[in-house]
Nanobody
Framework: VQLQASGGGLVQAGDSLRLSCSAS??????????VGWFRQAPGKDREFVAS???????YYADSVKERFSISRDNAKNTVYLQMNSLKPEDTAVYYC???????????????????WGQGTQVTVSS
């Protein structure tokens, strides 16, 4: 599985951005994978943002709940992260990751993922 994250940029506080994670999958179906978004700010650990399972079940970090929305389009092999009401503390490099979704999990730990995209920078100015 190869992942390509895109859609980052420089925005002002209160603005919105939509990130995309496009997957190239061979030998299996993208719909069988759970996908997560993580972010990493300078000097900080990578942290969970949101995840979506094969079933469409979604999970969010408390810090982004009600502001961010994760969705998937299996026909396009793409997962989206809609980010609204952005705050300066949302500034980070955002990564998408994928995992074969075969067990009961929220997939909120980066250790659960075997495939990672290259990251896209999101900068929110105050």
């Amino acid at each position: 599985v190869q992942l390509q994250a895109s859609g980052g940029g420089l925005v002002q506080a209160g603005d919105s951005l939509r990130l995309s994670c496009s997957a190239s999958v061979s030998g299996s179906s993208f719909s069988a994978y759970g996908v997560g978004w993580f972010r990493q700010a300078p000097g900080k650990d990578r942290e969970f943002v949101a995840s979506i399972r094969w079933s469409g079940s979604t999970y969010y970090a408390d810090s982004v709940k009600e502001r961010f929305s994760i969705s998937r389009d299996n026909a396009k092999n793409t997962v989206y992260l809609q980010m609204n009401s952005l705050k300066p503390e949302d500034t980070a490099v955002y990564y998408c990751a994928a995992v074969r979704d075969y067990r009961s999990s929220t997939y909120s730990s980066p250790k659960e993922y075997g495939y990672w995209g290259q990251g896209t920078q999101v900068t929110v100015s105050s």
